[in-house]
């Protein structure tokens, strides 16, 4: 018995009259969904709704809508519920999803609101007075020490940790090669290098192709160690050591062989055809001690000229974590919340550990403060940034850079359909298939998300010219710029918040 109880999810109808017979749909659905027999015909169960064909259909004559089949309500046995016990009582198995969270999480970005200027304390105009937007990742000293010679000339005597002059406080997340398209990675890495940012190896290495622009990239050193040699390590302009994702907190990465191509195989140092499996753990790292050990090597490995970071995701003790590994010698904490994206997890580890990225920032902020350490590493936020609003209140929460991951794939076509572990992206990005990620062309790719990150840092500008503020680094941990409405007692003392209303 091979039927399914699963109803298609979405429901594919064009046209026909309209239709030119160009088949250009056909050729652009990366699943196989449609065929000609005549006309168009569509296999409702393999449409995933990335609507590429949609976009493409020069008549526009294409519609997909959520499937509008109706089953008796439920509050409780919602169809989500359903749907999934049918789809494991088929196959036996873990249920995968791509992308971010798609729950009604709370997203307490929306409940905070930034302060404005106004009578006594005036506001800059941005498009007439300078803004700074530059910000640098890495260790600060306490104080500086200057040296006064006898020629009256003063110098720095103080030596200071390596930092990475970011022009704005964007980067892009970690998305390997293997995860992603190399055509997707190299619009990530050329755009970096046009914007003066940074974009992040992930796992997978360092293929010949975006070797050009490693000099803006970290290199992730993961669990699976992919690719990693000490002409990795130098080629960069910072390391990192990737302990966990907000996507999956505490499990590892999976790609299996038959996404391990030759190519991919070469950038990971790995055999062709052979599962790519990054363990849930590092396994030399089961105490800080252990991390402050390879933090070290890393520092050694390149020469104590490069920041060396630490990814984690953000869990329910993410303040104490965070101060260890700040006092184990990271030059940066990457915090990733609850609702970041990722090509492939269990559904029932995104949805269901972790927690939000708002709550992680303020609380590791706050504690670094205490422990006066709050100098000694830069705070990347990650976990759906979603706007430049976002940004500005994570900013404004404690954080010294946001990264963008699902933003950046947006601007190359991503329609969120969730279907990236499946290999089939119709849009080129999660895809190994040259038919498919010939779809992106670099410097056109590099174009749009370059267009994205100026467009927020334009906006960051506004925001912060409204605030009266003309430096972004002055916004960092300012939590006094924000007020929330909506939010209970607690969540307003972790966030350390006011409350709308409630006055300086
Ligand atoms: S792309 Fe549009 S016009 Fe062309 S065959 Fe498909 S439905 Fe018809
Ligand atoms: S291209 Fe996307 S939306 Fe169109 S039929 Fe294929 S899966 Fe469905
Ligand atoms: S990257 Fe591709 S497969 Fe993944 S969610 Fe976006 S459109 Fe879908």
Redesign the pocket.
Known sequence: MSTSYIPPE?R?TNDNDACCRCKR?IK???????RWENRVV?DQH?????????VFCPESC?T?LPNPTYYRPNANWTLRHRKNVYRQAESGGVLLTGMGADQDFPVLFDSLFLDACQVTNPSIDPLREPMELRTYLGRKPEQVEVEVAADGRVSLKTQLAPNYQLAFPIIFSPMSYGSISLTAQKSLAMAAEELGILWNTGEGGLHEQVKPYAHCAIVQCASGRFGVNIEYLNSGAAVEIKIGQGAKPGIGGHLPGEKVTADVSTTRMIPIGSDAISPAPQHDIYSIEDLRQLIFALKEAVDYRKPVGVKIAAVHNVAAIASGIVRAGADYIYLDGVRGGTGAAPSVIRDNLGIPIEIAIAAVDQRLREEGIRNQASIIAAGSIRSSADMAKAIALGADVVAVGTAALLSLGC?L?Q?CYTGRC?WGITTQDPELTRRIDPVWGAERVANLVQAWAAELEEMLGAMGVNAVESLRGSRERLRAVGLDDQTLAILGVKPAGVGA
């Open positions: 979405f594919w749909c652009q659905c990366g699943w196989g969904a449609l569509a393999k449409c995933v709704g990335c609507h590429r064909c949609e294409i997909v329609t359909c279907k119709s």
